[in-house]
Antibody, heavy 115, light 112 residues
Framework: EVQLVESGGGLVQPGGSLRLSCAAS????????MNWVRHAPGRGLEWVAT????????YYANSVRGRFTISRDNSKNTLYLQMDSLRAEDTALYYC????????WGLGTLVTVSS | DVVMTQSPLSLPVTLGQPASISCRSS???????????LNWFQQRPGQSPRRLIY???NRDSGVPDRFTGTGSGTDFTLKISRVEAEDVGTYYC?????????FGQGTRLEIK
């Protein structure tokens, strides 16, 4: 059974940093592209970033490029999202999702950016 | 960047009646490999999103056959043949052909 468990969310001040983790199990992690998607209060889903499986290519939404960094540790079956220079508009529930086409999702971890 | 536009944004439906959601992309979603990466997701209240349909018309495992995806090029549709109470939630289309990826605004389905 595919499981994705996000962690690392919390309350952070504007301008601060946070690192999210997504622990994966139930599939061959190193062979799967992985994604972060967020859902801000009162808004729709927003794709944030993708890390490819074989080429190590990374892709970012315009809204986070230069501030967020997606990475992965295949030895630990874990996906990460380093979030720097956080803004109030980054407040959201952050999900990790498996595969280029997002076939499985975790339960999410909440990030609140507020002073 | 590709923009995905859904309609309607709110969809009140009587139980047992059909429902239809439209999704239009600002560019063709035909990939260079010939495939079309258009997905549909369901997000029930308080739950994580769940993929229902991939590559326009393929149902994911466990998805009831009352859900059907159709379309080509830039125009896509999700149809529910007979709405049930468990279908309440928000539905999103998402293009997986171009970077950056893009979701539609979401369509909130409610029971009349």
């Amino acid at each position: 059974e595919v499981q994705l468990v996000e962690s690392g969310g919390g309350l952070v001040q504007p301008g601060g940093s946070l690192r999210l983790s997504c622990a994966a199990s139930g599939f061959t992690f190193r062979s799967s592209a992985m994604n972060w998607v967020r859902h801000a209060p009162g808004r729709g889903l927003e794709w944030v970033a993708t890390f490819s499986a074989t080429t190590s290519n990374t892709y970012y939404a315009n809204s986070v490029r230069g501030r967020f960094t997606i990475s992965r540790d295949n030895s630990k079956n874990t996906l990460y999202l380093q979030m720097d220079s956080l803004r109030a508009e980054d407040t959201a529930l952050y999900y990790c999702a498996k595969d280029w086409q997002l076939d499985y999702w975790g339960l999410g971890t909440l990030v609140t950016v507020s002073s | 960047d590709v923009v995905m536009t859904q309609s309607p944004l709110s969809l009140p439906v009587t139980l047992g009646q059909p429902a239809s959601i439209s999704c239009r992309s600002s560019q063709s979603l035909v990939h260079s490999n010939g495939d079309i990466y258009l997905n549909w997701f369901q997000q029930r209240p308080g739950q994580s999103p769940r993929r229902l349909i991939y590559q326009v018309s393929n149902r994911d495992s466990g998805v009831p056959d009352r859900f059907t995806g159709t379309g080509s090029g830039t125009d896509f549709t999700l149809k529910i043949s007979r709405v049930e109470a468990e279908d309440v939630g928000t539905y999103y289309c998402m293009q997986g052909t171009h970077w950056p990826r893009a979701f539609g605004q979401g369509t909130r389905l409610e029971i009349k």
